[in-house]
């Protein structure tokens, strides 16, 4: 129970703060980016307190394939952030933003019919031997594209930073 507890106060904080720098800091530079990540934080940290309540398969999986919408997302507000942030504007043009996001998009299309082809996750069941249920999983194909993906733009974002 702590854990969701935890999950919601994450969630409730990162609202609020993102809520304040939509209305005081909106014009800033990158600040498109960051409430955009800082929604993602929040539909991350919701999606997983409502799939660790509930003891229903299809149920926990929906809410598993809404939080992929942060993973394949969430990457490329931070390389834009990072490429408005230090002057790098070309690499954040909407073009490039584009193609990255087509990519993401891509990977979403699998994440939501992955039933049919098993290219995200597959051999899915409950897990029971843990204080909630989890869902047991093997990872296919196509997630390790979406972590090679994700970290890709992370590293840039990060090297980009320093």
Avoid at 43 to 63: H, P, S, Y
Wanted: glycine share 6%; hydrophobic share 55%.
């Amino acid at each position: 129970m702590i854990y969701i507890i935890a999950l919601l106060i994450s969630t409730a904080l990162t609202g609020t703060v993102g809520g304040y720098l939509l209305v005081k800091c909106r014009n800033a530079k990158g600040a498109p980016y960051f409430l955009l990540m800082l929604l993602m934080v929040v539909i991350w940290t919701l999606g997983t307190a409502l799939e660790t309540v509930c003891i229903d398969f299809e149920v926990k999986n929906f809410w598993v394939k809404v939080q992929y919408i942060c993973f394949c997302y969430l990457p490329i507000a931070l390389f834009a952030l990072g490429a408005k942030f230090t002057s790098h504007d070309g690499w954040a043009s909407k073009r490039n933003i584009s193609v990255l996001t087509v990519i993401s998009s891509i990977i979403m299309m699998l994440v939501w019919t992955n039933d049919a082809h098993g290219w995200i996750r597959y051999n899915e069941r409950l897990d029971f031997s843990s204080p909630f249920p989890v869902i047991a999983k093997e990872y296919g194909i196509g997630f390790y594209i979406l972590i090679g993906y994700a970290y890709a733009l992370m590293v840039t974002a990060l090297l980009l930073f320093i």
